[in-house]
Each structure stands twice: as structure tokens, then as C-alpha cells.
């Protein structure tokens, strides 16, 4: 435990909340008779943990990525296995406004201009405001964005394997398009889509050969679902401008090609990680652990 | 004089002018020589009219029902007057006693059948008991904590020989102060860290919102309200107010989790749903009203305002709450004008309606209700129950008072009472009613998103009606709203009763955990 955070503190709101829980601060015990075990994604919960403790029956991962799990031991004693999934969701599509915003303005290019002691005068910034937005992957992130690109008066296409319903494209004012159509028509696009198998590196030569001259790239969901040497030619050859938060190693290797090319706007894998969306992480975290004590399923099970 | 004779003759001396009844053949003859009979064309809403009536005057009321089906049909606004501590007074005609043995059609045992829902209950066996049962019920009503009473008048007494006796009654004295309570209380908070008061639905019924307000801005001290009230608790716009607790063990726990000491006035720990968390572990608490529960500790018993009074001159001691400054919502009413949110809905209904007492039966938009409309004493009411129908008929009640007044439905609680437009329509009542209508029985789909994720999007959740034709067809002048709310404008005009319908969001809002 870092020596800020505070413990005697959450030792208090704890005890107001389930009087018998305990927190523990590290993993090298003996036994542990806990029925619920809830660690963030910086806890290895594996085989070695999970047989110290003979009563568990349930995990709760306070964060969306639960890699930091073994699953299988996990479900060889059917312990459940739940996470939270929504609660980085705002955090997220903010970011990706913001990344979108900052290539629009060309604000990397201004600033630096100022720091270097010129005055630009000219500018070809454009405004959000008319783009056709493209997101790809419609969970409750992609939604989110949705929501919040209403109001900048996008027009916004979305893809997704499942198709949500008609009320809720009305609702979110997004349309349908397959994804060769998204790519082709979209100013910008960002992705909200996990790593699966269907999606490992699934942005190529040939998604990023129909994307437009100069449109703007996101990435705010797995470094593994984009070909990097992809991405990197159409950079050179398009002008494509790309957001990157994530990345395949992270951190990445600093000397590597993407961190040459131009117009590439970096931040270290931190869309959803705000002061809030980790307010929202405790209070989901607490409502899941409850419903479970009380008898019912959690939300948000993976196992 | 015949048993009907002292029947009237003693309810006029009582003071209790109308009969909020709906008659059938075993009320026909103690209703003889009744004048002022408001009818209402369901048993329950006069319940729930004598319900708003009785809280809003502080007096008590008179039902007639009709024996069985009468009683049987308004248990859940009888059970509700209860939770709301309306001293109502519930009468009902019985079958002739002389045949009681052969079990007559519409007999029932009827004490058993309103059981725990009443503080009192009787029948009465002669017409000397017609008095004397009248001014004993008027009395228990009154005695905190105050609430529902019911009398049972076979139909044979009311035609026996009887006197009217004049009888002396009283009404319980609620000026109670425990003088020798208020210095360990002014010390217990002298000695907490941090303390915290609860306003309660007492402070509006007997007193005190003034005085709390004066105690809690001289000591800096927060005061939360009550979960769940019935009606206001305390000032929501004082510099001191903390807000709602939530109805929840968790949720007041955390939002309590700062004080050490919580001096409830007048108020209770309503609960639902169940979370696992025991309620204030650990916590000092006190609770000071004319009717505490005792369950939790440390109780006085006092008339709420007078301790209050006595505690400003004793307590001592300084902390430094001040609520927030409101930082305004202009934004939120831009983007929810575009959809009819229900805050804008609301915020317009404000401009339009202050000054009114609301009764509020918009259920997972209650919270809403209050954020925005506000309260102070006698602007606010809605049922502690939990059962819908209630407002309109409360509203209704209400109207027979002050000519101002704004019922807030959804359209799910709207059509349990609906029949209560033709009386509001018959008597020419002034009241304004809001319908946020989304279309179903949102709060039940949150509380499945919720606990029993997928039920949700079940069928039986959702439905709509032609709200404003079966409004006109009971004689209320009716409207859907437009997008630019002008009519709210027309709802606010003139004194007679409208209905004006704002189809707001169908999307579900996270209400629960
Ligand atoms: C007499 C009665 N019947 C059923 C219920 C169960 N119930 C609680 S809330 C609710 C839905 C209320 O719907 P509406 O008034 O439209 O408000 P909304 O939740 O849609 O805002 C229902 C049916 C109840 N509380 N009382």
C-alpha cells in the first residue's frame, strides 16, 4: 500500500458498511477464511492465492479488466467471478472527445509553435461540429460517446457485430453501417471494442486503405486490436492523425516508429482512470459485494 | 331521539362538518338528516380525500363506508392514513345484529377486518354508545401518535330510542415539554465531535421546522431529513439543510458516516430496500417527538417544537456546516428540454407553481419532485405506505382547504383512483394536476436493473392509455404538453381543476444500488 492512501479511514467506512469485513494489504498469509475477496486488477489473483483460502466463493474485481485473474483455477472450485464494467465509461468518452477535439484544433501544433517562441498565423483547424463520427463497438462506452457527440452535432455512424434496437439508435441519434461503409465514410473513428480472438489486430492494411486522407484515428480500447505496422503506414501515406491511449507492450518502447511519425497525439493508458470514474469503481464495487451477501447475483458476473 | 338523530347531532358538535363516504343499503339509515356528504365513486378515495384533509388541518375527519365492501376496499388507504398519522375517522354501517347469527349477506366481522390498520376500533351496541364511541374515537385519533380510528353502527340502533347526553370530551394536550430532558441533551451535543440532526415529519405536524432551522444555524450543525417522509420535515432551502437520507441501511450509514451523534426530531429510519448493512452501527443516537419508536435507544418524549425552543437556549458548542452552494442546472434543463426530462418538466412547473402545496405520487420521480419544487412547512405530501392511488384523492382532500394546490402523478399511480377527477369535477375543487407519463411502471423496472437484471424489458411493466380523453370524459379540462411546456401557463390559470400530461423519457434512471 503506497504510505497516502488511507487506511484507517476506509477501515471506518468499511466497518459502517459490512461491520465483519477486513482489509488486507498484502497476499503473503497463512490462511484466509473470506468468503468474498474483492482486489483491483494490481492483485494477482491465482492459484497460489486462491488456495489460501479454502472458504471463497466470490470475486469481485473493482475494475473493468480482470486479466490479472486465473480463471480456470476460479472455475475448477466454481467461485464466482464478477467485475465492473460501466463504471470508466464517462471517463473514456470524454477522453476520446478530447483527443478528437485537440487534432481538430490543432492544439499539439500550437502549443508547441508558442513554446518555441513562434506566433502562428494561419490555421486549418476544423470544427467537430458536421464530422460523421464513426464509432465501432456499442457497449455502454461506445453508447456513452454517442450520447455525449449529440450535442457537438456529429453525425454518427456506429458498427457492431449485434446491432442494437431501432428506440435506442433513435435515442442516441446514431445509425447503422457496416464496417468497410464506417470505415469509408467516417471523419473520425475510435474503437470501444474488447480483445477477442474475432478482434485481435483486426485493424489492417485494409481497413486503414479505406479510411479517409487525413481523418483522425482513436484508440482508446486494446493496443493488441490494431497492426501497428498498419497504422504506422497510413500515418505516412494518408495523413491519418491518431489518439493513442493503449498500446500491445505497455509501457511501450519509447524508441519505437509510432513515436516518430507526426500528428500522433499519445497518453499512457489512462481514458477511464478520472477521480471520478474511481469513485464510481468503490460505490459499484460495494453495491455488487452486497447484493451478493444478501443473497443475490451479482451484477457484471463473468464466472 | 332516534340513534340517526344523536349520530348527526354528535358529529356536528364534534366539529366534523362533511362525510367523505361512498353509501350503500346498510349506511341508509344513519345517513339520514346528512348534509354535507362529499361522494366519492370509489370506497377508498374517500379515505384518502379525509387522509390529505385531516393532515393538512391537523383536525380530524369522517369516512362513511360501506360496511364489508367499503371497508375491504379501502384497507390499503387505511393502513396509509396510519403511516401518514391522519386522524381519521373511518364509520361504517353493519348489517342488523338481530340476523348477524345467519352470517347475512355483506356481514363481516368488521373489527377483526380492519385488525391493526386503526388505533381504535368499535361496534357499537346501543344508541347510548353512538356518543360516547364518536367522542372516544375523535380523542384516540388525535393521541400521538395520531392516526386512523373506526366505528362500526349496526343498522338496527339507528333506529332505537336514545338521548343526545352532551357529554365532555377533551382532546389530548400535545403542548408536552420535557423540560428535564433538554439539558443531557444540550450536553450530549455539547460532547459530540460532529453531530448531525434528522428533521422528521413531526416538525411539519406539530412544529418546529422554524426552530430547528434556528438551533442548526447557531450551532453550525447539518440536518438531513427523514427517509421516505410523508410530508415536509423541514426548510429545504436553509443554508443548514443536508439533504434526503436515502431509505437504505448502506446508504444513510455512508451518508452519515461523519457524525458520531444524530438527534432525529420527530422522525424515523424508513427502509427499502434491504442491504445487508446494520443500520448506524456504533452511532449515538437520539430521538426527541411525541411519538418515537424506540427503536433505536436513547427516546424522549417531548412535543417536538417546545424542546426545540428550550434546547436554542441551553445548547452550546460550534461547527462549521454549510450546505453547498447550489451551482445551478441550466445545462441539464437545455439537454432535458430537447427530450421532456423530467427536470425540466419540473423546473417549469416551479416557476408556475410557487406557493402551492404539492402532493407527490410521481414514484421514481419523487426524488425529482423534491430537488426541485422544494418544501417548507404544509407544501409537501405523499404517502409513507408505499401504495399508489393515494394523491389524487390527498390532493383532493387538500383542495377543500387552500385553493392551491398541485398533484405530481405518474401515470401508473394516476389510474388506481382515477374516479377521483368526477368528484374533484362535482365540487369544483382547485386542483392542478401534473402527469409524468412514461409509460409505464418505471421505478419497478429500475429496481429490477437493478436486483433482477432482465425484467426490465418484461411486458407486464409497461403500458399507456389515453390519459387525457379518460380525464375530459370525468369532466377535467385536459391537455398534452408540448415541447415548449406552454402549458403549463394554461394549467397554472384560473382556480378550476385541469390535468396537463408531459410525456417525459421512457429510459430508466439507476434508483437503487
Ligand atoms: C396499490 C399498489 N399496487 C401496486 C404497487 C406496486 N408499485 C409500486 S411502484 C409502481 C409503479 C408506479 O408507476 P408510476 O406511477 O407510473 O410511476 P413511475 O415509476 O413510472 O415513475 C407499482 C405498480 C403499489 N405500490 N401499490
Redesign the pocket.
Known amino acids: 500500500m503506497p504510505p497516502f492512501f488511507p487506511t484507517s479511514e476506509v477501515n471506518a467506512t468499511l466497518s459502517q458498511i459490512l461491520p465483519e469485513a477486513e482489509i488486507t494489504t498484502s497476499t503473503d498469509f497463512e490462511m484466509n477464511a473470506s468468503e468474498v475477496l474483492v482486489a483491483t486488477t494490481f492483485t494477482k489473483v491465482d492459484e497460489a492465492l486462491i488456495s489460501k483460502m479454502p472458504n471463497l466463493k466470490f470475486v469481485q474485481i473493482a475494475s473493468t479488466g480482470y486479466d490479472n485473474v486465473d480463471t480456470d483455477s476460479l472455475r475448477k472450485r466454481n467461485i464466482k467471478l464478477a467485475n465492473i464494467p460501466t463504471a470508466n465509461k464517462e471517463s473514456v468518452a470524454e477522453h476520446v472527445i478530447t483527443m478528437a477535439l485537440a487534432q481538430l484544433k490543432n492544439l499539439l501544433y500550437f502549443h508547441n509553435e508558442i513554446v518555441n517562441g513562434n506566433w502562428p498565423f494561419l490555421t486549418n483547424s476544423s470544427e467537430l461540429m458536421g464530422k460523421t463520427f464513426g464509432i465501432i463497438g456499442m457497449g455502454a462506452i461506445g453508447k456513452r460517446l454517442a450520447e455525449r457527440l449529440l450535442y457537438f452535432g456529429t453525425n454518427t455512424i456506429y458498427y457492431d457485430p449485434a446491432r442494437i434496437t431501432d428506440e435506442e439508435e433513435e435515442n442516441l441519434g446514431v445509425s447503422y453501417a457496416p464496417m468497410d461503409e464506417l470505415l469509408r465514410k467516417s471523419d473520425i473513428i475510435s474503437l470501444h471494442v474488447p480483445l477477442t480472438k474475432e478482434t485481435d489486430r483486426f485493424m489492417g492494411e485494409k481497413e486503414f486503405g479505406l479510411m479517409k486522407d487525413g481523418s483522425i484515428f482513436i484508440n482508446t480500447a486494446r493496443g493488441e486490436v490494431v497492426n501497428e505496422a498498419a497504422l504506422i503506414n497510413a500515418i505516412k501515406s494518408k495523413g491519418i492523425r491518431a489518439c493513442i491511449d493503449v498500446y500491445a507492450n505497455e509501457p511501450p518502447d519509447p524508441t519505437g516508429e509510432l513515436f516518430k511519425v507526426p500528428n500522433v497525439l499519445f497518453s499512457p493508458h489512462v481514458a477511464g482512470v478520472t477521480v471520478e470514474s474511481q469513485q464510481r469503481f468503490i460505490t459499484d464495487t460495494i453495491s455488487n459485494v452486497l447484493k451478493y451477501v444478501q443473497g443475490l447475483d451479482p451484477s457484471y458476473q463473468v464466472l | 331521539m332516534k340513534g340517526y338523530g344523536i349520530f348527526n347531532r354528535t358529529v356536528k358538535d364534534l366539529g366534523l362538518r362533511r362525510i367523505f363516504g361512498n353509501p350503500g343499503s346498510t349506511e341508509i339509515p344513519m345517513l339520514r338528516g346528512t348534509s354535507d356528504y362529499v361522494l366519492t365513486l370509489h370506497d377508498s378515495i374517500s379515505v384518502g380525500m379525509a387522509d390529505g384533509y385531516s393532515q393538512y388541518s391537523g383536525r380530524p375527519s369522517l369516512v362513511n363506508l360501506h360496511t364489508l365492501p367499503g371497508v375491504a376496499n379501502s384497507m ?1 388507504f387505511i393502513h396509509t392514513a396510519r403511516m401518514n398519522r391522519a386522524p381519521v375517522i373511518i364509520t361504517s354501517g353493519q348489517q342488523d345484529s338481530r340476523h348477524a347469527f345467519y352470517e347475512p349477506l355483506l356481514w363481516h366481522d368488521l373489527k377483526s377486518l380492519v385488525g391493526s390498520a386503526v388505533k381504535y376500533s368499535y361496534e357499537v351496541k346501543n344508541p347510548e354508545d353512538i356518543e360516547r364511541a364518536l367522542k372516544r374515537a375523535y380523542a384516540i385519533s388525535l393521541s400521538p401518535p395520531s392516526g386512523p380510528v373506526f366505528l362500526s353502527f349496526p343498522m338496527e340502533v339507528m333506529d332505537q330510542e336514545g338521548e343526545y347526553m352532551g357529554l365532555d370530551y377533551s382532546t389530548p394536550n400535545l403542548q408536552i415539554l420535557n423540560s428535564g430532558e433538554v439539558e443531557r441533551i444540550s450536553e450530549l451535543i455539547g460532547r459530540a465531535k460532529n453531530p448531525a440532526f434528522v428533521a422528521g415529519s413531526e416538525l411539519d405536524q406539530y412544529g418546529g421546522i422554524r426552530e430547528l432551522e434556528e438551533l442548526a444555524s447557531h450551532l453550525g450543525v447539518p440536518v438531513f431529513s427523514e427517509p421516505l417522509s410523508s410530508r415536509a420535515t423541514f426548510n429545504s432551502s436553509s443554508d443548514n439543510f443536508a439533504g434526503e437520507l436515502p431509505p437504505a441501511s448502506t446508504a444513510i450509514n455512508m451518508a452519515l458516516l461523519q457524525y458520531d451523534l444524530i438527534v432525529n426530531f420527530g422522525g424515523e429510519f424508513t427502509l427499502y430496500p434491504y442491504l445487508p448493512s446494520p443500520l448506524l452501527p456504533g452511532k449515538k443516537i437520539v430521538s426527541v417527538g411525541m411519538s418515537p419508536s424506540y427503536k433505536h435507544g436513547d427516546c424522549v418524549f417531548s412535543n417536538p417544537k417546545l424542546f426545540l425552543n428550550a434546547l436554542l437556549l441551553k445548547a452550546n458548542g460550534k461547527w462549521s456546516f454549510r450546505k453547498q452552494e447550489d451551482q445551478g442546472n441550466a445545462g441539464l434543463i437545455a439537454r432535458e428540454k430537447k427530450v421532456m426530462g423530467v427536470n425540466y418538466v419540473l423546473q417549469r412547473a416551479r416557476k408556475h407553481f410557487s406557493g402551492y402545496t404539492i402532493v407527490d ?5 419523487s426524488l425529482l419532485v423534491r430537488k426541485n419544487m422544494g418544501y417548507s412547512q404544509k407544501s409537501y405530501f405523499t404517502a409513507r405506505s ?4 393515494w394523491g389524487l384523492p390527498a390532493a383532493a382532500g387538500i383542495s377543500m382547504l387552500r385553493d392551491k394546490v398541485l398533484e405530481i ?6 389510474m ?1 383512483t382515477i374516479q377521483t377527477l368526477w368528484t374533484i369535477s362535482k365540487y369544483n375543487l382547485p386542483v392542478k394536476i401534473l402527469v ?3 409509460e ?7 429496481f429490477s436493473s437493478s436486483f433482477y437484471p432482465g425484467v426490465e424489458n418484461s411486458e407486464f411493466l409497461s403500458f399507456s392509455y389515453n390519459i387525457v380523453d379518460v380525464a375530459k370524459s370525468l369532466g377535467i379540462e385536459s391537455r398534452v404538453a408540448d415541447p415548449e411546456l406552454k402549458e403549463m401557463d394554461w394549467l397554472a390559470q384560473g382556480s378550476e381543476a385541469k390535468l396537463l400530461v408531459a410525456n417525459v423519457p421512457k429510459t430508466v434512471p439507476r434508483l437503487f444500488i
Open positions: 390499503a405520487e410521481a414514484i421514481s420521480s408505499g401504495q399508489l392511488g402523478v405518474g401515470d401508473g399511480s394516476l388506481y409524468l407519463n412514461n409505464g411502471y418505471t421505478i419497478l423496472k429500475s
